[in-house]
Protein backbone atom coordinates (compact mmCIF):
# COMPACT_ATOMS: atom_id res chain seq x y z
CA UNK A 1 0.00 0.00 0.00
CA UNK A 2 1.28 3.53 -0.80
CA UNK A 3 1.08 5.92 1.43
CA UNK A 4 -0.46 9.63 0.44
CA UNK A 5 1.60 12.29 -0.16
CA UNK A 6 1.52 14.69 2.84
CA UNK A 7 -0.46 17.57 1.93
CA UNK A 8 -1.20 20.79 3.55
CA UNK A 9 -4.91 21.04 4.53
CA UNK A 10 -5.36 24.46 2.15
CA UNK A 11 -4.21 22.26 -1.19
CA UNK A 12 -6.55 19.96 -2.74
CA UNK A 13 -5.75 16.19 -4.43
CA UNK A 14 -4.57 18.00 -7.72
CA UNK A 15 -2.11 20.07 -5.55
CA UNK A 16 -3.38 23.10 -6.44
CA UNK A 17 -4.03 26.01 -3.63
CA UNK A 18 -7.97 26.13 -2.04
CA UNK A 19 -8.43 29.48 -1.81
CA UNK A 20 -9.80 32.33 -3.73
CA UNK A 21 -7.99 33.79 -6.81
CA UNK A 22 -6.98 37.51 -6.19
CA UNK A 23 -8.69 38.36 -9.46
CA UNK A 24 -12.03 37.03 -8.63
CA UNK A 25 -11.37 38.72 -5.29
CA UNK A 26 -11.08 42.11 -6.55
CA UNK A 27 -13.83 42.39 -9.30
CA UNK A 28 -16.53 40.77 -6.93
CA UNK A 29 -15.25 43.45 -4.02
CA UNK A 30 -15.16 46.40 -7.54
CA UNK A 31 -18.35 45.20 -8.49
CA UNK A 32 -19.90 44.84 -4.60
CA UNK A 33 -19.06 48.06 -3.83
CA UNK A 34 -20.69 49.48 -7.03
CA UNK A 35 -23.98 47.96 -6.34
CA UNK A 36 -23.38 48.99 -2.59
CA UNK A 37 -23.04 52.53 -4.17
CA UNK A 38 -25.69 52.58 -6.56
CA UNK A 39 -28.70 51.20 -4.41
CA UNK A 40 -27.25 54.40 -1.40
CA UNK A 41 -28.05 56.89 -4.22
CA UNK A 42 -31.34 55.60 -5.46
CA UNK A 43 -32.44 55.48 -1.88
CA UNK A 44 -31.66 59.08 -2.08
CA UNK A 45 -34.48 59.17 -4.66
CA UNK A 46 -36.88 57.19 -4.17
CA UNK A 47 -40.01 58.64 -6.18
CA UNK A 48 -38.00 59.34 -9.24
CA UNK A 49 -36.58 55.74 -9.69
CA UNK A 50 -36.11 54.20 -13.38
CA UNK A 51 -33.97 52.04 -15.19
CA UNK A 52 -32.29 54.86 -17.04
CA UNK A 53 -31.58 56.67 -13.82
CA UNK A 54 -30.67 53.23 -12.50
CA UNK A 55 -27.96 52.66 -15.25
CA UNK A 56 -26.46 56.31 -15.23
CA UNK A 57 -25.94 55.66 -11.16
CA UNK A 58 -24.55 52.13 -12.09
CA UNK A 59 -22.02 53.62 -14.46
CA UNK A 60 -21.05 56.52 -12.77
CA UNK A 61 -20.69 54.27 -9.51
CA UNK A 62 -18.56 51.36 -11.12
CA UNK A 63 -16.46 53.96 -13.16
CA UNK A 64 -15.45 55.66 -10.03
CA UNK A 65 -14.61 52.07 -8.50
CA UNK A 66 -12.40 51.19 -11.45
CA UNK A 67 -10.83 54.85 -11.70
CA UNK A 68 -9.76 53.86 -7.96
CA UNK A 69 -8.69 50.49 -8.92
CA UNK A 70 -6.17 52.07 -11.51
CA UNK A 71 -4.80 54.42 -8.94
CA UNK A 72 -4.71 51.79 -6.31
CA UNK A 73 -2.70 49.09 -8.85
CA UNK A 74 -0.30 52.35 -10.04
CA UNK A 75 0.36 52.71 -6.26
CA UNK A 76 0.84 48.96 -5.61
CA UNK A 77 3.01 48.77 -8.52
CA UNK A 78 5.60 51.85 -7.36
CA UNK A 79 5.66 49.84 -4.17
CA UNK A 80 6.27 46.83 -5.23
CA UNK A 81 3.43 45.39 -3.59
CA UNK A 82 0.79 42.98 -4.53
CA UNK A 83 -0.70 43.43 -7.80
CA UNK A 84 -4.31 44.06 -9.00
CA UNK A 85 -4.46 41.04 -11.67
CA UNK A 86 -5.22 42.68 -15.23
CA UNK A 87 -8.05 40.44 -15.75
CA UNK A 88 -9.79 42.31 -12.74
CA UNK A 89 -8.79 45.14 -14.37
CA UNK A 90 -10.59 44.41 -17.86
CA UNK A 91 -13.59 42.72 -16.06
CA UNK A 92 -14.53 46.22 -14.19
CA UNK A 93 -14.12 48.15 -17.44
CA UNK A 94 -16.45 45.48 -19.08
CA UNK A 95 -18.74 45.60 -16.28
CA UNK A 96 -19.13 49.24 -17.66
CA UNK A 97 -16.35 51.22 -16.35
CA UNK A 98 -13.84 51.78 -19.30
CA UNK A 99 -14.53 55.36 -18.19
CA UNK A 100 -13.20 55.39 -15.37
CA UNK A 101 -10.63 52.74 -16.52
CA UNK A 102 -9.58 55.29 -19.22
CA UNK A 103 -9.47 58.55 -16.91
CA UNK A 104 -7.39 56.25 -14.75
CA UNK A 105 -4.76 55.33 -17.57
CA UNK A 106 -4.70 58.91 -18.37
CA UNK A 107 -4.58 60.45 -15.36
CA UNK A 108 -1.99 58.02 -13.58
CA UNK A 109 -0.33 57.01 -16.92
CA UNK A 110 -0.82 53.48 -16.23
CA UNK A 111 -1.15 50.74 -18.77
CA UNK A 112 -0.41 52.55 -21.45
CA UNK A 113 2.52 51.18 -22.73
CA UNK A 114 1.65 47.26 -22.35
CA UNK A 115 0.20 46.68 -26.11
CA UNK A 116 -1.75 43.57 -25.42
CA UNK A 117 -3.16 45.44 -22.39
CA UNK A 118 -4.08 48.50 -24.44
CA UNK A 119 -5.44 46.21 -27.38
CA UNK A 120 -8.04 44.50 -24.53
CA UNK A 121 -9.27 47.37 -23.38
CA UNK A 122 -9.87 48.88 -26.63
CA UNK A 123 -11.70 46.12 -28.02
CA UNK A 124 -14.19 46.28 -24.56
CA UNK A 125 -14.41 49.78 -25.16
CA UNK A 126 -15.94 49.35 -29.27
CA UNK A 127 -17.87 46.65 -28.60
CA UNK A 128 -19.86 48.81 -25.61
CA UNK A 129 -19.96 51.45 -27.85
CA UNK A 130 -21.86 49.03 -30.94
CA UNK A 131 -24.26 47.59 -27.99
CA UNK A 132 -25.20 51.41 -27.31
CA UNK A 133 -25.51 52.21 -31.02
CA UNK A 134 -27.69 48.89 -31.08
CA UNK A 135 -29.66 50.01 -28.20
CA UNK A 136 -30.17 53.53 -29.04
CA UNK A 137 -31.37 52.20 -32.82
CA UNK A 138 -33.78 49.75 -31.08
CA UNK A 139 -35.35 52.54 -28.94
CA UNK A 140 -35.47 54.58 -31.74
CA UNK A 141 -37.01 52.85 -34.01
CA UNK A 142 -39.68 52.24 -30.75
CA UNK A 143 -40.44 55.64 -30.22
CA UNK A 144 -41.39 56.01 -33.96
CA UNK A 145 -39.24 59.20 -33.76
CA UNK A 146 -38.64 60.77 -37.63
CA UNK A 147 -36.07 63.37 -38.33
CA UNK A 148 -37.36 63.95 -41.58
Known sequence: MTALPNRTTSETACGKANHLR??????????GISL?????????????FNAYLALAVWLVCISLVT????????????????RVP????HLLAV???SPGAYMGMWMFRHKTIKGNFRIIFWFI??????????????LWQRTGFSAV
Open 125 to 138: VLVQLAACAVAAYG
Open 67 to 82: FTYYGYDKFRAGHAGR
Open 86 to 89: EIAL
Open 22 to 31: PAWVHTALGL
Open 36 to 48: AGTVAVLLLFPGS
Open 95 to 97: GGG
